[in-house]
């Protein structure tokens, strides 16, 4: 029977764990790191205690109620994130297309070589494959927010490449929302050569700035309704 007195412990000792456990899993961690699990298991424990608190009369199944729901709302969006990274690379083998975690936030890079022609905006057809992926993946994990960014090389003038990567991160939206892609969650823009990440002094360095990046991270909280 949940008598006020355990009921006012239980309460007490998952607010106190509550806090630990709903630290952001991923703070100044390197790409590398999980800490899902440290804290989804923090937050099992204290669901355990409380929960072997609650119902006296059978400790352990309490305690294995109070784990599942606890450790479940520790992980949080980690855990999330975690079931989408590995989705998507399973989804982007041999596409071409490299996945990137960096803490929160996943990143898709997708290159010059299977995205555009020179100085076109028009997405070329060995691309579809990927983006197919990328539009089923998004519409089964739906709690982040889809940012797209062009780049191109140096070459030409900035303001051209500036438009230029903005038409082809716009490509990328469109191509997503025909696909079925709430475009609510869709963002778009162009960094034309800010940012490289090889040197633009060769056409190998070239071929790897051109390229367009999808960034994945948590919706933004919504107020509370009034």
Do not use: W
Not at 134 to 155: A, H, M, P, R
Request: proline letters at 5%; one cysteine or more.
């Amino acid at each position: 029977m949940f008598t006020p007195s355990r009921l006012l412990i239980a309460a007490t000792a998952v607010a106190l764990l509550a806090g630990c456990a709903s630290q952001n899993p991923y703070d100044n961690q390197p790409p590398s790191s999980n800490k899902t699990a440290k804290y989804g298991g923090l937050g099992a424990l204290a669901g355990a205690a409380a929960g072997a608190l609650i119902n006296h009369d059978n400790r352990g199944k309490g305690a294995l109620i109070g784990a599942a729901v606890a450790g479940a709302a520790g992980a949080g969006y980690g855990y999330y994130a975690d079931k989408q990274e590995a989705e998507l690379r399973q989804s982007m083998q041999g596409t071409g297309v490299e996945v990137q975690r960096q803490g929160d936030q996943i990143k898709l890079i997708m290159p010059g070589n299977i995205t555009f022609a020179t100085d076109s905006a028009e997405i070329v057809s060995n691309f579809y494959a990927p983006l197919n992926n990328l539009g089923t993946s998004f519409k089964q994990f739906n709690q982040n927010s889809i940012e797209i960014v062009g780049f191109t090389d140096s070459t030409g003038s900035r303001q051209h490449n500036m438009d230029l990567s903005q038409r082809r991160a716009q490509s990328v939206a469109n191509y997503l929302t025909a696909q079925g892609v709430d475009g609510t969650r869709l963002s778009t823009r162009g960094a034309g050569p800010d940012q490289p990440i090889a040197s633009n002094a060769t056409a190998d360095g070239r071929a790897q700035n051109r390229r367009v990046e999808v960034n994945l991270r948590p919706l933004p909280a919504q107020p509370p309704q009034q």
